[in-house]
């Protein structure tokens, strides 16, 4: 596996834009804001058909009929539990799951009929507070709960309705964690653990769910935090990852690199990369192979791929975005031809076609 890449190569070729709700049933905020009468109207324009594609900045769902579902344990009812948000969802057996972004609060969606409700709330949480949980996980009964602005990891047992709780550790001195951003952004489960990677929370964490230990990585935080290519250090790790065997490949958000992670051993690797844009924001693959990268910072209207085996970097010019943005995209969907990038503040869907660039 090549080191250092010494090679890239910028194609001047607009990237074709789209502003059409795609099929697999991701919409952006604009499109959603201009569904506004439909919503009202009990209809229901969202779906989500995989666990990768889920990554939605804002989920809109049918009203929930019956206003006592709000009010149990939750006090005088609030219009905003009819306009959930989520960072990301899961979904099996026609259900969807989610923590709410925008209130406290667990939210369930019947598929078949696409009634939601609140299941539960974090109870030793505000009602009224914002990003408490990020991400979510399901393994067996267990739906797992990153910590966003919350100082615990949640765990919610579907089969008995109850919660349990596991702070988490204080991992130096004196820590200054920036309480304006979320802890954690990106996780994903393998086998039987489930992983939490910090944005500002300076460790990876794996909980082994069967026995519910939990192990803290922080052999690569030296390394990221003392070659800072962009922004500060709560912006350790960004969207999505891909998985080669045991090996993960994560986004560095302040630094023009991603992290190896063995999965068998916990081990750690930073990888630099020669691309245009100071932090990475994202990165997604089909093949393992070639792997798509969205940037943060300075030069984020480039998109790059990066081919692991030979080293080689390609990278394509995005049109109407703005060359400085903190976080224009999610980390890229990739089908078997095409490559779409969802945007944050990005100004629209982009669409690339693998073959022809």
Known sequence: MPGLCE????????????????????????EVAESEMDIECGKQEISVSSEKMTNIPYLNCVPIDDRKECEKGMGKYNEIYLRPAAMNTVEEE?????????RNGICEIDRA???????????????????????????DNNLIFAPG??????????????MTYIPLKALRDNPKENQKEIKFWNTFKYQSYVYLFGYSYPAIIRIDMRSMEIQYFTDWLADVEENIDFGDVNGYF?????????????????????????????????????????????????????????????KTNWISCWNRRTGHIKEYLLADVEENLMDPFYAP???????????????????ININTG
């Not at 026609?94 to 925008?102: S, T, Y």
């Not at 602005?149 to 109850?162: E, P, R």
């Not at 078997?336 to 990038?341: E, P, R, S």
Request: hydrophobic share 40%.
């Open 7 to 30: 090679h890239a190569e910028k194609t001047q070729g607009i990237v074709r834009k789209s502003r059409q709700v795609l099929d697999f049933g991701l919409v952006t905020r604009h």
């Open 149 to 162: 602005m919350a100082s615990k990891i949640a765990f919610y047992d579907l089969k008995n309705g109850s």
């Open 113 to 139: 009929t696409w009634q939601a409700k609140i299941c539960k709330i974090f109870e030793e949480e505000p009602l009224n507070r914002s990003f408490l949980y990020s991400h979510i996980e399901k393994m």
């Open 94 to 102: 026609g259900k969807i799951w989610f923590a709410l972004l925008n």
């Open 238 to 298: 960004t969207d999505g990852y891909v998985i080669i065997g045991d090996l993960a490949l994560i986004p560095v958000g302040c630094r023009r690199a991603i992290l190896e992670l063995n999965l068998r051993t916990g081990h750690t690797k930073i990888r630099k990369l020669k691309v245009s844009m100071e932090g990475i924001g994202g990165l997604a693959s089909i093949n393992g192979e070639d792997i798509w990268l969205v940037g943060r910072g300075s």
């Open 333 to 351: 969907i990739c089908t078997n031809n095409q490559v779409f990038l969802m945007p944050m503040s990005g100004p629209c869907i982009y669409e």
